[in-house]
Nanobody, 119 residues
Framework: VQLQASGGGSGQAGGSLRLSCAAS????????MAWFRQAPGKQRELVTS????????NYADDVKGRFTISADIAKKTVSLSMNQLKPEDTAVYYC?????????????WGQGTLVTVSS
């Protein structure tokens, strides 16, 4: 299984960027898809997630109202629209697919894509 992220790059504060991620290979029982980010010197944190059943979304407080996640579970793709960007959004962004249950649960990760926001 491979997750290939694209998009990102540099943007200005107040601007917009869009990230996309596509998974290839066989993934059984996708539970959710998500985006995480890791800023320099900080731990990786959850930005947003969306469930495979019902499309329930969850957002970190500091991106609510600015970022939007969308996913096509059947196509194994997930996107992140980022608006009203802030310098503190600068980080490496990772897409994630969680599949399976209990002891068979697996997390798949993309390679990370850098987002840099200048003031």
């Amino acid at each position: 299984v491979q997750l290939q992220a694209s998009g990102g790059g540099s943007g200005q504060a107040g601007g917009s960027l869009r990230l996309s991620c596509a998974a290839s290979g066989r993934i059984v029982g996708i539970n959710s898809m998500a985006w995480f980010r890791q800023a320099p010197g900080k731990q990786r944190e959850l930005v947003t997630s969306i469930t495979a059943t019902g499309g329930v979304t969850n957002y970190a407080d500091d991106v609510k109202g600015r970022f939007t996640i969308s996913a096509d579970i059947a196509k194994k793709t997930v996107s992140l629209s980022m608006n009203q960007l802030k310098p503190e959004d600068t980080a490496v962004y990772y897409c994630n697919v969680r599949a399976g249950w209990g002891s068979l649960r697996s997390d798949y990760w993309g390679q990370g894509t850098l987002v840099t926001v200048s003031s």
